[in-house]
Structure formats: structure tokens, C-alpha cells
């Protein structure tokens, strides 16, 4: 018989990999269990499937991919030979044909046990039923005498789908005495309390100790927040570890009767504002770095969102890695020069003036026979943000500085940016925060510096940037509120459409004015193919353009803002219920 043991220590290894660094994530791996040896562990716990990075999309479908992982998993697993602690690490692994979504259990030099995904999420960012198969409910694995549940991210999910199984209910009905998920959560705002309140369902359900251990990391339009956490079977906290940055931290347990306990570190958690600007530093950081970029530049205009955008730059990459290009123009005012030089000067980072008049000029020129007798339009004030677009792709090309494109999601949302113009660049921070979000978080900025940001403390970006009306600048007196409704009631507006996806009776039920919401929404279908070509950025909010909201471009459907009747049942034949069985088969 197995001695019972006492004490039980895990090391949580909330980590940064790299998505398809399958030798990079190891040496991570490595590093982490030297350090949950020194701490005394039996077990280290890896987030999901961080040998190969989550999520991988369809690079997990290479074969070529599939075997890398397999051979990096192997060789972690013969280490494990030297009495050091076991390893719980995610990795895709095929069996009989069948790619799963796995956790690995590595133990005295084998793989001691594989656990597979069993809840495939399939809505918003999420399409692992596109690239997994489904795995079967399981009991524990066993972990140096001890009966550890090891359920994989969404496996503790169970509001999403009617055929979700109950993977937690199944580990506690076989004898697992501790849960410990690793997962692949995006971030969003406010997630954290919707986290707390599944893993609570699950320990309320179970009686057990919970371990949701997240991974921390910027891939492409998501962030990953870390934010770690520890419940005890009573659902008391545990522990907490900390948002947005690294974390190898070791829980020890110990058993009292039947149950275990652990304590831990309590790390304060940002909210709010505060995390969305977090999001928005990692999410940057991490693609300039990830994708190798020595650096950003990005035009600075003396208004909001370029000013905003380059305090995020400076404090994901620091102020030598940022260059500011301001490129006036005949409607560009004297106080945007000095703005944009006095943020420039606020952040440390290299700055230029160049003027774009001639090459404004030389293109009407070559225009102006195609253009003759026909009237200035928004055709003159596009040349302008395309001129600047190309300077910045000149220079980038030049340095090999990536471009920060600045749109917000305001502007994306109603198309009021140039294609090829001021829509180019790499890679956009602000591109899930809505305008009223902006001018938040560049007085929160001037306020508070993050933990961990590289820019300097105190009041980087001028109060002037902050108060004046916001402007394109791309005619004579031109503000943003002559073609738009104040940026409180748009937002609303929008955050009702997109997020909510309300009708658009509702909203107007609501109190908006019938016309603009008609008319926002028009502009928000017309910008799909805009949008279809704009860089990717950092997503914040519970429903991002890009991989949460996928809408046609060909798309004649319009909301007409009236109430249709509602559906008449009477009109439907649907046989008897035997028949509808049969044909679903
Ligand atoms: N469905 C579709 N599929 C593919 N392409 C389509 C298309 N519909 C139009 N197009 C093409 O797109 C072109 C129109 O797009 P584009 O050239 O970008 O130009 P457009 O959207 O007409 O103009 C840019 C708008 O953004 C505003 N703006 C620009 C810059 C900065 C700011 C600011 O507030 O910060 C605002 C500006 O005031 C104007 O309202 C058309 O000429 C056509 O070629
Ligand atoms: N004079 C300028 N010099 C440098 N870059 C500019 C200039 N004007 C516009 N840009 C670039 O194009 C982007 C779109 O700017 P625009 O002024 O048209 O609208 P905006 O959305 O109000 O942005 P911002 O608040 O940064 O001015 C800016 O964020 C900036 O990166
Ligand atoms: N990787 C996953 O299974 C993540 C899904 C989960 N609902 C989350 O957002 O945290």
C-alpha cells in the first residue's frame, strides 16, 4: 500500500511561451523546474498546451509541428529520470489518427499519464472544434500518492454548451482529492470575476481545492493575463498571483482528515482601466518582440490617439525603441507641433518634423489633369493621410521599426480612417478601445505608471492633447464632431451594436435619436471591408473586430430599426417528434 502523504507542493509556472518556440518554451520548462526543486515541489504545473504556445490555430494541424512537440515532450520526460519533480505540461498529442488537446504528466522518466481535452470551446475566439477531437471524461492521474484532477481550461466551463461534459463531477466522483487546470484564457475586461465565479461552481460542486493556473502572454490580437489563482475546498482564496507579468510560484499543501489546504501569496490585481491599458503594454510588447522588430515608429500628430499610442509604446519598449514622426500639413495647427514635440520631449523617445506639402503638392500635380473641373472632396484629404502612410512604411522599410497604426474602435467601427493611409502599419494597441476609453486611460496614464512599464513616471502626455476637440486636421477647422455624434452617445451607441448586438427598436427605445443610430449603423456594416484589411490589434473588450465578430463584407442585410412580429408557429409543419429524432440523426 502507497504511504499517505502529508504535504504536497506545486509549483504554479504562469510563464510566457512563445507560440511554435517548441525549444524555447522546453528551456522555459527546464528552467522552471530547477526552481520548483530548490522550492521543495513534487509537481509543476505548465499552462495549456505551452510546449507548442495557445492558441496555435492551424499550425497544430502540421504534422511536422505535431511531432516537434511530441519529441520536445519526450525529452522532458526522460529528465524527469533524475527524482526531481514531476511535470504537468500541455501539448497536442495524436493517438490512432485523432489530434487531441493534452496535458501531460511527466514522472521518473516517462510519460506517466495523458489527460485529454474533453469541453471543445468553438464561440467567439475560440474554433478547437475545428483543430481537436474531443477526449474522453477521465478520473485522476496519480502524483507521488497523491490523486490529482487535471481538467483542461474549458473543461470547467459548463454554461457554454448542452453537451459539455461535467469533467470536475466525473475527477471527484473517481477520487481526485486536488484540481489543477491549465489554461489558455484570453484576456477581457472584467474576466477575472467571470473566471472566479466557474472555479467557484466547480469547488461549490466538488468540495475540492481548485488551481487555475493561466498563462501570460501577448499572441496576436489576444492577450493572456496570468492572474493565477488558488481556492480551497471551503472556497476561501488561496492564493493569487499576479496580473500581467511572470510568476514560478511553489503552493505548499498539506492534508487535514481528507482534505487538502495550501496558503500562498495574495497579489494585488489591476481592474478596470487599469488592466485594459495593461493589456493594451503587453499585447504590443510581446508582438514587437515575438515578431523581432528592433523597435516602433508611428506619426504623432499632437492629437489623442497617437499620443496615447506612443505612451503605450514607451512603456512596453521603452523610449529608445519609439520613434515619433510629426508630418504637418497646411491644416495642421502650430499647437499640434508643439504638442506632439512636448510629448516626444515627455517620453524621451527620437522625434522628427517632416513636412509633407511637397509630396501633397507633387501628387495633385500629376492629378490634376484626371481631376479637372471636378470639385475638392474627400479624395484631397485622403492624398494627405496616404502621403504620411507612405513616409512611415518608407522609414520602417528604412529601419526596420514597425509602424503602430492608431484607429480606435470608434473609428474602426464607422470607417473614418484611409485605407493605405493612416490604416497602415503592423500592429494597433488602441484598436478595441473606444474613443471616451482614450481620453480615460491618457489621463489615467498621466496619473499612474504600471508595474513594469518602461516609460517614465508623472505627466507624460500634455493636458492640451487631453482637452482640445479632437481633429483630423485634414481641412481648414475640421473636428471630429462635424461628421459624427459627440463621442459618448457614438460609443454607446456602438457598445449596444457590437457588443450587445442589440436590435436597433431597442436602442432606440432606449433614448437614441432614430436617425443617428440608423445612420451609425449603416457606417458600421459599409467599414466591414476596412476593417477586413486593418492590422490586427490588442482585443480588450468581451467582443473584438477580428476573431470574436466575423461579419460577411458582401452583405445586404439592414436592420430597419422596426419591430417584426413575432414568429408564427401555426405556419410550421414539423411531423411528429419521432421524425424530427430520425433525421437528426
Ligand atoms: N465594399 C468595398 N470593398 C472594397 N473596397 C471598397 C469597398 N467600398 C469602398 N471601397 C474602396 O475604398 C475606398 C474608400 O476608402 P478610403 O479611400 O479609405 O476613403 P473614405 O472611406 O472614402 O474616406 C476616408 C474617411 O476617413 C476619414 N478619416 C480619414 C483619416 C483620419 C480620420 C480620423 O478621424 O482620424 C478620418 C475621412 O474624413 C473620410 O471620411 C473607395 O474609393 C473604394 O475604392
Ligand atoms: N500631422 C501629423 N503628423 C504625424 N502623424 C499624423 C499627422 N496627422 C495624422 N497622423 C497620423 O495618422 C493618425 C490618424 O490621425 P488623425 O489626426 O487623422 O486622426 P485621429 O484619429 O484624431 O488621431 P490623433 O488623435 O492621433 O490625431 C494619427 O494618429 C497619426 O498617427
Ligand atoms: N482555452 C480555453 O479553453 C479557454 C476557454 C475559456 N472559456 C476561457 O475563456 O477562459
Given at each position: 500500500m502507497?504511504e499517505?502523504?502529508?504535504?504536497?507542493?506545486?509549483?504554479?509556472?504562469?510563464?510566457?511561451?512563445?507560440?511554435?518556440?517548441?525549444?524555447?518554451?522546453?528551456?522555459?520548462?527546464?528552467?522552471?523546474?530547477?526552481?520548483?526543486?530548490?522550492?521543495?515541489?513534487?509537481?509543476?504545473?505548465?499552462?495549456?498546451?505551452?510546449?507548442?504556445?495557445?492558441?496555435?490555430?492551424?499550425?497544430?494541424?502540421?504534422?511536422s509541428?505535431?511531432?516537434?512537440?511530441?519529441?520536445?515532450?519526450?525529452?522532458?520526460?526522460?529528465?524527469?529520470?533524475?527524482?526531481?519533480?514531476a511535470?504537468?505540461?500541455?501539448?497536442?498529442?495524436?493517438?490512432?489518427?485523432?489530434l487531441?488537446?493534452?496535458?501531460?504528466?511527466?514522472?521518473?522518466?516517462?510519460?506517466?499519464?495523458?489527460?485529454?481535452?474533453?469541453?471543445?470551446?468553438?464561440?467567439?475566439?475560440?474554433?478547437?472544434?475545428?483543430?481537436?477531437?474531443?477526449?474522453?471524461a477521465?478520473?485522476?492521474?496519480?502524483?507521488?500518492?497523491v490523486?490529482?484532477?487535471?481538467?483542461i481550461?474549458?473543461d470547467?466551463?459548463?454554461e457554454?454548451?448542452?453537451?459539455?461534459?461535467?469533467?470536475v463531477?466525473?475527477?471527484?466522483?473517481?477520487?481526485?482529492?486536488?484540481i489543477?487546470?491549465?489554461?489558455?484564457?484570453?484576456?477581457?475586461r472584467?474576466?477575472?470575476?467571470?473566471?472566479?465565479?466557474?472555479?467557484?461552481?466547480?469547488?461549490?460542486?466538488?468540495?475540492?481545492?481548485l488551481?487555475?493556473?493561466?498563462?501570460?502572454?501577448?499572441?496576436?490580437?489576444?492577450?493572456?493575463?496570468?492572474?493565477?489563482?488558488?481556492?480551497?475546498?471551503?472556497?476561501?482564496?488561496?492564493?493569487?498571483?499576479?496580473?500581467?507579468?511572470?510568476?514560478?510560484?511553489?503552493?505548499?499543501?498539506?492534508?487535514?482528515?481528507?482534505?487538502?489546504?495550501?496558503?500562498?501569496?495574495?497579489a494585488?490585481?489591476?481592474e478596470?482601466?487599469?488592466?485594459?491599458y495593461?493589456?493594451?503594454?503587453?499585447?504590443?510588447?510581446?508582438?514587437?518582440?515575438?515578431?523581432?522588430?528592433?523597435?516602433?515608429?508611428?506619426g504623432?500628430?499632437?492629437?489623442?490617439?497617437?499620443?496615447?499610442?506612443?505612451?503605450?509604446?514607451?512603456?512596453?519598449?521603452?523610449?529608445?525603441?519609439?520613434?515619433?514622426?510629426?508630418?504637418p500639413?497646411?491644416?495642421?495647427?502650430a499647437?499640434?507641433?508643439?504638442d506632439?514635440g512636448?510629448?516626444?520631449?515627455?517620453?524621451?523617445?527620437?522625434y522628427?518634423?517632416?513636412?509633407?506639402?511637397?509630396?501633397?503638392t507633387?501628387?495633385?500635380?500629376?492629378?490634376?489633369?484626371?481631376?479637372?473641373?471636378?470639385?475638392?472632396?474627400?479624395?484631397?484629404?485622403?492624398?494627405?493621410?496616404?502621403?504620411?502612410?507612405?513616409l512611415?512604411?518608407?522609414?520602417?522599410?528604412?529601419?526596420?521599426?514597425?509602424?503602430?497604426?492608431?484607429?480606435?474602435?470608434s473609428?474602426?467601427s464607422?470607417?473614418?480612417a484611409?485605407?493605405?493611409?493612416?490604416m497602415?502599419?503592423?500592429?494597433n494597441?488602441?484598436?478595441?478601445?473606444?474613443?471616451?476609453?482614450?481620453?480615460?486611460l491618457?489621463?489615467?496614464?498621466?496619473?499612474?505608471?504600471?508595474?513594469?512599464a518602461?516609460?517614465?513616471?508623472?505627466?507624460?502626455?500634455?493636458?492640451?492633447?487631453?482637452?482640445?476637440?479632437?481633429?483630423a486636421?485634414?481641412?481648414?477647422?475640421?473636428?471630429?464632431?462635424?461628421?459624427l455624434?459627440?463621442?459618448?452617445?457614438?460609443?454607446?451607441?456602438l457598445e449596444?451594436?457590437?457588443?450587445?448586438?442589440?436590435?436597433?427598436?431597442?436602442?432606440?427605445a432606449?433614448?437614441?435619436?432614430?436617425?443617428?443610430?440608423t445612420?451609425?449603423?449603416?457606417?458600421?456594416?459599409?467599414?466591414?471591408?476596412?476593417?477586413?484589411?486593418?492590422?490586427?490589434?490588442?482585443?480588450?473588450?468581451?467582443?473584438n473586430?477580428?476573431?470574436?465578430?466575423?461579419?460577411?463584407?458582401?452583405?445586404?442585410?439592414?436592420?430597419?430599426?422596426e419591430?417584426?412580429?413575432?414568429?408564427?408557429?401555426?405556419?410550421?409543419?414539423?411531423?411528429?417528434?419521432?421524425?424530427?429524432?430520425?433525421?437528426?440523426?
Open positions: 502507497t499517505r502523504l502529508n504535504a504536497f507542493a506545486v509549483t504554479l509556472a504562469q510563464l510566457n511561451p512563445t507560440m511554435g518556440d517548441i525549444e524555447g518554451n522546453a528551456a522555459k520548462a527546464r528552467a522552471a523546474r530547477v526552481q520548483a526543486a530548490a522550492d521543495g515541489a513534487d509537481l509543476v504545473l505548465f499552462p495549456e498546451l505551452f510546449i507548442a504556445g495557445y492558441p496555435p490555430e492551424d499550425l497544430v494541424q502540421k504534422p509541428f505535431q511531432a516537434a512537440c511530441r519529441a520536445a515532450i519526450e525529452a522532458l520526460a526522460r529528465e524527469t529520470a533524475d527524482g526531481g519533480p511535470m504537468l505540461i500541455g501539448t497536442p498529442w495524436v493517438e490512432e489518427g485523432r487531441y488537446n493534452a496535458c501531460a504528466l511527466l514522472d521518473g522518466g516517462r510519460i506517466a499519464g495523458l489527460r485529454f481535452k474533453c469541453n471543445l470551446p468553438n464561440y467567439g475566439v475560440f474554433d478547437e472544434k475545428r483543430l481537436f477531437s474531443r477526449g474522453p477521465a478520473g485522476p492521474v496519480t502524483v507521488r500518492g490523486r490529482v484532477g487535471v481538467p481550461c474549458e470547467i466551463w459548463l457554454e454548451s448542452e453537451d459539455y461534459e461535467n469533467v463531477e466525473t475527477l471527484a466522483e473517481t477520487g481526485a482529492e486536488i489543477l487546470v491549465p489554461n489558455g484564457s484570453p484576456y477581457a472584467d474576466k477575472a470575476d467571470v473566471r472566479l465565479s466557474v472555479a467557484v461552481a466547480r469547488v461549490t460542486e466538488s468540495g475540492l481545492p488551481v487555475y493556473l493561466n498563462q501570460v502572454c501577448g499572441q496576436d490580437e489576444l492577450v493572456f493575463d496570468g492572474a493565477s489563482f488558488a481556492l480551497n475546498g471551503d472556497l476561501s482564496l488561496a492564493a493569487q498571483l499576479p496580473a500581467f507579468a511572470e510568476s514560478i510560484t511553489t503552493l505548499h499543501f498539506t492534508r487535514s482528515g481528507d482534505d487538502w489546504r495550501c496558503t500562498g501569496p495574495i494585488a490585481q489591476p478596470a482601466d487599469y488592466a485594459d495593461a493589456a493594451c503594454v503587453l499585447g504590443l510588447r510581446d508582438y514587437v518582440a515575438k515578431n523581432g522588430f528592433p523597435g516602433v515608429l508611428l504623432i500628430s499632437g492629437g489623442i490617439d497617437s499620443a496615447l499610442c506612443a505612451a503605450i509604446a514607451v512603456d512596453a519598449l521603452g523610449s529608445d525603441q519609439v520613434h515619433g514622426v510629426m508630418l500639413y497646411r491644416y495642421t495647427a499647437s499640434s507641433i508643439a506632439a512636448e510629448l516626444a520631449g515627455h517620453l524621451g523617445i527620437r522628427e518634423v517632416l513636412p509633407i506639402a511637397e509630396a501633397v507633387g501628387f495633385e500635380t500629376i492629378l490634376s489633369g484626371v481631376f479637372k473641373n471636378l470639385p475638392p472632396d474627400v479624395t484631397q484629404e485622403n492624398l494627405q493621410a496616404r502621403t504620411r502612410g507612405t512611415l512604411m518608407a522609414i520602417s522599410n528604412k529601419t526596420g521599426l514597425m509602424v503602430v497604426t492608431t484607429g480606435n474602435k473609428e474602426m464607422v470607417g473614418y484611409t485605407l493605405y493611409g493612416d497602415n502599419g503592423g500592429f494597441p488602441i484598436k478595441d478601445i473606444y474613443k471616451t476609453q482614450v481620453f480615460r491618457a489621463s489615467l496614464r498621466n496619473s499612474w505608471k504600471p508595474e513594469g518602461l516609460g517614465p513616471a508623472g505627466e507624460v502626455i500634455p493636458p492640451d492633447i487631453i482637452t482640445r476637440p479632437p481633429t486636421e485634414l481641412r481648414e477647422n475640421q473636428t471630429d464632431q462635424d461628421s455624434p459627440a463621442y459618448d452617445a457614438l460609443d454607446a451607441i449596444r451594436l457590437i457588443e450587445r448586438e442589440e436590435p436597433l427598436d431597442i436602442i432606440i432606449a433614448g437614441f435619436d432614430r436617425e443617428t443610430v445612420r451609425i449603423d449603416h457606417l458600421l456594416n459599409v467599414a466591414e471591408y476596412k476593417r477586413r484589411q486593418a492590422a490586427p490589434g490588442v482585443k480588450v473588450t468581451a467582443r473586430f477580428g476573431r470574436d465578430r466575423r461579419y460577411p463584407i458582401t452583405n445586404r442585410f439592414r436592420d430597419k430599426g419591430q417584426l412580429a413575432a414568429p408564427d408557429e401555426t405556419l410550421v409543419s414539423r411531423g411528429s417528434k419521432a421524425s424530427i429524432d430520425a433525421f437528426e440523426g
